[in-house]
């Protein structure tokens, strides 16, 4: 029998939305070569591979051109996999050694919480050229390990903006997260759409790493803790962000089962 694929939408509670990652557990520790080999051909902004440990489980992320160190919707999609496949009982938790440490996934009702490392920002002064790129003004600029995080005026410039790639990936970083609040009525406090050419994705659909970025920066402005969040991608997807301080936030989507196959070739 060949290896066992499952792609899952995440961050979504119906199919053909949110962000898909394509899941592998795996009997034994395969070869990064091999991993980054099967990532390509899934063509997902991220595939996760999983193998069972005596304490808990180990997880890695691969985009379609490399390894990443930290993937919010691929372990979304990991721990969703393992509770709906009999890999881990579901009053369980799923326990992740990463890359980023320990990450944890529990189930709450119908949503999934990750508990994750906030990201804190510094800011900077805007490189040249990255307003241009964007195709749009910049209210601030700050930047952490995935790149720039921009806010600006409103959630109409996030949503209608159409980003100049190849200019991106001139600039000294190429990955930007763009954020706002949103519209006084609107249900979610703010939103975003994160570009990342320099990791072979113009757009990632649903971003959990972003939101560890977006948690503590919204909180300084808004003064508040919790949030819900909306990625303004073409699929679209919703994140409860919990940021109460600290080192740690807590971030919930959902998740729903698409396609499960066989990998025939090794």
Sequence with gaps: MGQIITQVDAFTDKPFAGNPAAVCVLETPQADEWMQNVAQEMNLSETAFVVKQDDGFYL???????????????????????????????????????????LIAQRQG??????????????????????EALGVPLKSVVENYLGYLVEVESEDLVRQMQPNFPRLKTLPMADVIVTSITHPDSE????????????????????????????????????????????ASSRGGVVKVNYPGGDRVFLAGQAVTVLRGELISH
């Design 60 to 102: 890695r992320w691969f985009t379609p051109t490399t390894e990443v160190p930290l993937c919010g919707h691929a372990t979304l999609a990991t721990a969703h996999v393992l509770w709906s496949e009999g890999h881990l009982s579901t009053d369980e938790a799923a326990r992740f050694h990463t890359k980023s440490g320990l």
């Design 110 to 131: 119908d949503w999934i919480e990750l508990d994750f490392p906030v990201t804190h920002s510094q800011a900077i002064m805007p490189p040249s050229g990255l307003s």
């Design 188 to 231: 979610y406090d703010f939103v975003s759409r994160f570009f990342a050419p320099g990791l072979g994705i113009n757009e990632d659909p649903v971003t959990g790493a972003a939101h560890c970025c977006l948690a503590s920066y919204w909180r300084d402005r808004l003064n508040k803790n919790q949030f819900l969040a909306y990625q």
